[in-house]
C-alpha cells in the first residue's frame, strides 16, 4: 500500500486486458508492488496526497546547498517526495471474479472487502460512470472497467463535511466518491476516462480549494490524440466538490496543452502558473496565467489555439499572448471572473547568426536540410577558417548562433555555438545523430589556441519556453563564473508505479540541470526541481 494512504486494492486480472507499455521517463521500470487483499482502515484515517514542489533557488546560498564540488553523478530528474508503496505478500490470483451482491447489502458495509468493490463497481452500467465518457460516443463504445490495477486506492476522509468519513476510489483513469449517510453509502459519484490512444493518464490528490476545512477531490487526468507524427497531449484538473448528499465537478480547469510534430520538427506549447488565494474564508479566488508559443509545427491549430498566428510561416516563432484567468469560488462552484491580457502575441522571424570573426580567425556554421519529409531539420557543422571542426549536430538555421565569447576567464574567447534543432536529428545519410526524444537547444563550447579546438561543452536540453530556453550560459549563483543551465524533459513523474496496463503518472514540467567549469570542461553538479512556465 502507499505510505499514509489506507490501503490499496487487490488485483484480478482478465483475459482480453489491452497491454499498453509502461513509461518510466528518464529512469529505470519501477518494481511493480505487491498487493495484500484485505482491508481495515481506522474510521478515522485522514489522508492528504497533495504533492507539494520545491521552490527554485534565487540566491548563493540556496544554489550552494545544491551544488557540491565532489559531485560526480550523471543527471537524473529530481522530485519532491511523495507517498510510495508498501509492499505485501501477493495473493493468487484466479481467473474467476466475485460474485457481486445486491448493491444494497454492499453499500451497507462500512468498509468493504476489495473483492466486493471490485465486483460492484465491474457490474455498474457503463451510463453510471460519469459524463465525461458518455459526452463522447466513440469512447462510451470502447469503455469498460477492468478492474483495479496495481495503483489504486481505497482512501477513506471526510469529504462533505459531515465529520464521517466517506470513500474514495482512487485508480487509474478513474476516481469514485462513496458519501457515507450513516448506516449506508450512497450511490457512487463516477468519473472515468477509456483508455484511448497513446499514454493516457490520471492522478488524484485531497485538498481544500474552498477554504472551509473539508478537502476538495483533485483529479488530474492526462489525455492524448493525434495522428502519423503528431501527438498532442492535454493536462486537465477536475474539482470535484461534495455536499451532503451529492458531488460535482465545481471546475474544469485545463493546465497544458502540447502539441509534439516529429513531422515539421518543432512544437506548440500553452502551459499555465494556477495560484490559489484563500486569505478571506469562503471567498477563495483562483488565478491563472497562461503562456505559450508555436515554432516548426504544421498543425498550429488543432481547436484550442485560436490566434491569427496560425497564418505565419512554420519556421517563425509565434509567442502568444499572455493572460490572465480568474475564479472566485460562490458556494457552489468556481465562477469566472475575467480574463486579462498582461502581454500581446507576436512573431519572430528568425534568430540567427551563422558567422563570427575575432583576431583573424573566422567561424561559419554551414548547414544542409536533411532531406526528410518527416523529421524535417537541418544538419550544420561548424568551420573555422575553412576547416571542418567537431562533428555535425541537428539544427534549425535560422534560430542557431555562432560567437566569440571569454567565458572561463582565461583572456582568450572561447567558440560558442547554441542551435536550435528538432528531436531525434538525422543526418544526410538517413542516421540519428542524437537519441533526445524532445525538441532542444544545443550548447557547444570549443577553446581556440589558433589551430586547434578543444570542445569543453556539448549539452542539450528541452525547449521548454518562449524564449525557446532549452540551454542558457548565466552566473546563477552570482560567484562571477558562468555556468550552463539546461531543461531536462517535457515531463516529470510525481507518482509512479508502472504496471502491465498502463503507463505511469507524469505531469507536464521540468527540472533545470546546472553544470560548472571545473577547468577542463562543463560538468554536471546539480538538478533544481520545480520549473513548470513555458
Same mark, same amino acid.
Given at each position: 500500500m502507499r505510505a499514509s494512504r489506507v490501503k490499496p486494492f487487490a488485483i484480478i486480472c482478465w483475459a482480453g486486458i489491452l497491454i499498453l507499455a509502461s513509461c518510466t521517463p528518464d529512469n529505470a521500470s519501477t518494481p511493480v508492488p505487491t498487493i495484500d487483499t484485505e482491508v481495515s482502515p481506522s474510521p478515522?484515517?485522514?489522508? /492528504?496526497?497533495?504533492?507539494?514542489?520545491? $521552490?527554485? *533557488?534565487?540566491?548563493?546560498? /540556496?544554489?550552494?546547498?545544491?551544488?557540491?564540488?565532489?559531485?560526480?553523478?550523471? +543527471?537524473?530528474?529530481?522530485?519532491? +517526495?511523495?507517498? /510510495?508503496?508498501?509492499?505485501? =505478500?501477493r495473493p493468487t490470483v484466479t481467473p474467476t471474479a466475485t460474485p457481486p451482491m445486491p448493491a444494497e447489502e454492499f453499500l451497507a458495509i462500512r468498509y468493504p472487502q476489495v473483492e466486493w468493490m471490485e465486483a460492484y463497481l465491474r457490474n455498474l452500467p457503463f451510463e453510471q460512470?460519469?459524463?465525461?465518457?458518455a459526452a463522447d460516443r466513440y469512447a462510451f463504445d470502447v469503455f469498460g472497467y477492468e478492474g483495479f490495477s496495481p495503483e489504486a486506492d481505497l482512501i477513506y476522509q471526510d469529504v462533505n463535511g459531515d465529520a464521517d468519513a466517506d470513500l474514495i476510489v482512487a485508480d487509474d483513469l478513474l476516481v469514485g466518491v462513496f458519501l457515507w449517510s450513516g448506516n449506508s453509502y450512497a450511490p457512487p459519484y463516477l468519473i472515468a476516462f477509456p483508455k484511448l490512444k497513446y499514454q493516457p493518464g490520471s492522478h488524484?490528490?485531497?485538498?481544500?480549494w474552498t477554504n472551509d476545512g473539508v478537502p476538495e477531490i483533485l483529479f488530474d487526468?492526462?489525455?492524448?490524440?493525434? &495522428?502519423?507524427? @503528431?501527438? !498532442?497531449? =492535454?493536462?486537465?484538473?477536475?474539482?470535484i466538490r461534495c455536499l451532503a448528499d451529492s458531488c460535482e465537478v465545481a471546475l474544469e480547469l485545463p493546465l497544458t496543452y502540447l502539441t509534439d510534430d516529429y513531422n515539421g520538427g518543432g512544437m506548440t506549447l500553452m502551459n499555465s502558473a494556477v495560484s490559489l488565494d484563500a486569505s478571506v474564508p469562503g471567498q477563495?479566488?483562483?488565478?491563472?496565467?497562461?503562456? &505559450?508559443?508555436? @515554432?516548426?509545427?504544421?498543425?498550429?491549430? $488543432?481547436?484550442?489555439?485560436p490566434y491569427?498566428?496560425?497564418?505565419?510561416?512554420?519556421? /517563425?516563432?509565434?509567442?502568444?499572448?499572455?493572460?490572465?484567468?480568474?475564479?472566485?469560488?460562490?458556494?457552489? %462552484?468556481?465562477? +469566472?471572473?475575467?480574463?486579462?491580457?498582461?502581454?500581446?502575441?507576436?512573431?519572430?522571424?528568425?534568430?540567427?547568426?551563422?558567422?563570427?570573426? !575575432?583576431?583573424?580567425?573566422?567561424?561559419?556554421? %554551414? !548547414? %544542409?536540410h536533411n532531406g526528410r519529409g518527416d523529421a524535417m531539420n537541418d544538419v550544420c557543422q561548424l568551420y573555422v577558417n575553412e576547416m571542418m571542426v567537431g562533428l555535425p549536430f541537428g539544427c534549425k538555421r535560422n534560430f542557431t548562433q555562432v560567437s566569440w565569447q571569454n567565458l572561463?576567464?582565461?583572456?582568450? *574567447?572561447?567558440?560558442?555555438?547554441?542551435?536550435?534543432?528538432?528531436?531525434? +536529428?538525422?543526418d544526410n545519410d538517413g542516421n540519428h545523430m542524437d537519441d533526445i526524444q524532445c525538441m532542444h537547444q544545443r550548447q557547444i563550447i570549443y577553446q581556440w589556441d589558433g589551430e586547434q579546438a578543444i570542445e569543453i561543452a556539448n549539452i542539450a536540453g528541452c525547449v521548454?519556453?518562449?524564449?525557446?530556453?532549452?540551454?542558457?550560459?548565466?552566473?546563477?549563483?552570482?560567484?562571477?563564473h558562468l555556468e550552463i543551465l539546461a531543461a531536462s524533459s517535457w515531463t516529470s513523474n510525481v507518482d509512479c508505479v508502472p504496471t502491465s496496463r498502463l503507463p505511469c503518472w507524469y505531469h507536464f514540467g521540468y527540472t533545470t540541470q546546472v553544470y560548472r567549469w571545473d577547468g577542463f570542461g562543463f560538468t554536471y553538479v546539480a538538478e533544481i526541481p520545480n520549473n513548470t512556465l513555458p
Open positions: 478515522a484515517a485522514s489522508i /492528504s496526497l497533495s504533492h507539494t514542489p520545491t $521552490p527554485r *533557488p534565487s540566491d548563493a546560498a /540556496s544554489l550552494a546547498e545544491l551544488i557540491t564540488p565532489t559531485a560526480t553523478n550523471s +543527471p537524473t530528474p529530481s522530485e519532491t +517526495p511523495t507517498p /510510495s508503496p508498501t509492499v505485501t =505478500s460512470f460519469g459524463r465525461l465518457v488524484v490528490e485531497l485538498a481544500d487526468y492526462r489525455g492524448d490524440t493525434g &495522428g502519423t507524427g @503528431i501527438v !498532442y497531449t =492535454s493536462w486537465t484538473r477536475y474539482i477563495t479566488l483562483i488565478e491563472q496565467v497562461w503562456e &505559450g508559443f508555436s @515554432i516548426y509545427n504544421f498543425d498550429f491549430s $488543432p481547436g484550442f489555439y491569427a498566428l496560425a497564418d505565419n510561416p512554420i519556421e /517563425s516563432l509565434k509567442v502568444l499572448s499572455t493572460t490572465l484567468d480568474s475564479y472566485r469560488w460562490n458556494g457552489l %462552484q468556481f465562477q +469566472p471572473l475575467n480574463s486579462v491580457v498582461l502581454s500581446n502575441a507576436y512573431v519572430v522571424d528568425q534568430d540567427a547568426q551563422l558567422e563570427a570573426a !575575432y583576431n583573424g580567425d573566422a567561424a561559419s556554421v %554551414q !548547414y %544542409q572561463i576567464g582565461d583572456e582568450e *574567447p572561447e567558440l560558442v555555438i547554441r542551435a536550435l534543432s528538432g528531436k531525434l +536529428p538525422y521548454v519556453r518562449s524564449n525557446l530556453f532549452g540551454v542558457e550560459l548565466v552566473d546563477y549563483d552570482g560567484d562571477g
